[in-house]
């Protein structure tokens, strides 16, 4: 199942980075949560109108929005850790290049809930782990 796991996750990433909103939402389950650093603020973005509108900020902000995939993970039977740098260009022409660590929760082979990550530590002790 593992396995299994991180290879929805890769297609996750690749839908993203396609920007193919019904690629992203066909590994999704119906109750997906997307969890990104400033949901404190704007709150998480979840289910099929979440992940709509995670696509529309990304192509209303950048010009450049891309994932490489720098090592997965599966840390157990349905959670996959991805350490990631984002490579983006906002629309204003300003690049940036963000490490990223990501804490993928999936059920039934579908992702549930994903959480991103800024700090790499805080990442790693959400998932019950440390550097």
């Given at each position: ?15 993203i ?11 999704c ?10 949901a ?14 995670f ?21 157990d039977d ?21 490490p990223?660590?990501?804490l ?28």
């Open positions: 199942m593992s396995e299994e796991n991180i290879e929805i996750v890769k297609r996750a990433i690749t839908a980075n396609e920007r193919d909103i019904a690629a992203y939402l066909a590994v389950a119906s109750d997906f949560e997307l969890i990104n650093p400033i404190a603020i704007e709150g998480s973005n979840k289910g099929e109108q979440g992940v709509r509108a696509f529309d900020g990304i192509r209303e902000a950048t010009t450049k929005f891309e994932m490489e995939i720098e090592r997965l993970e599966a840390l349905d959670r996959v850790l991805a350490w990631l740098t984002l490579d983006m260009e906002t629309t204003g022409g300003f690049p940036q290049t963000q990223l660590t990501n993928y929760e999936l059920k039934d082979g579908k992702l549930l809930r994903v959480r991103v990550f800024f700090d790499r530590a805080e990442a790693l002790e959400a998932a019950g782990l440390s550097e």
